[in-house]
């Protein structure tokens, strides 16, 4: 079980704090899981994907938008159109494949 930290002085951290209490993994950033997830990579798989993952194409519109300047979630919902839940799903795609960061609550575009 993983949890993210929140302010101590905001009371819907409690949730995450008592987690954290009770032996829940402390995480700061994408690498925290990713080097809890470690052990996993020795586990051979049943049988190889039939496809290749799709890459991210280089003209992902969120992609552009975060090379112009850095945004929110939301700002990013609002300049591309998208609902938001779509916005999230590519940030996270983004992210995960190292070519956006969030600091701060904004995202910025990662160089090539």
Avoid: N
Avoid at 7 to 15: E, L, N, Q, T, V
Avoid at 64 to 92: F, I, Y
């Amino acid at each position: 079980m993983y949890a993210i930290p929140g302010s101590i002085h905001h009371p819907g951290a409690k949730g995450c704090h008592q987690l954290i209490r009770d032996g829940a993994t402390l995480v700061e950033t994408v690498e925290h899981i990713l080097e809890g997830l470690q052990h996993w990579k020795s586990v051979a798989p049943a049988a190889p994907p039939e496809t290749p993952a799709k890459p991210v194409p280089c003209d992902h519109p969120l992609l552009a938008l975060l090379h112009a300047a850095p945004h929110t979630s939301e700002g990013l919902s609002v300049s591309s159109g998208w609902p938001l839940p779509k916005v999230l799903a590519g940030l996270t795609e983004l992210e995960l494949d190292g070519r956006i960061s969030c600091e701060a609550g904004r995202w910025f575009a990662r160089a090539p």
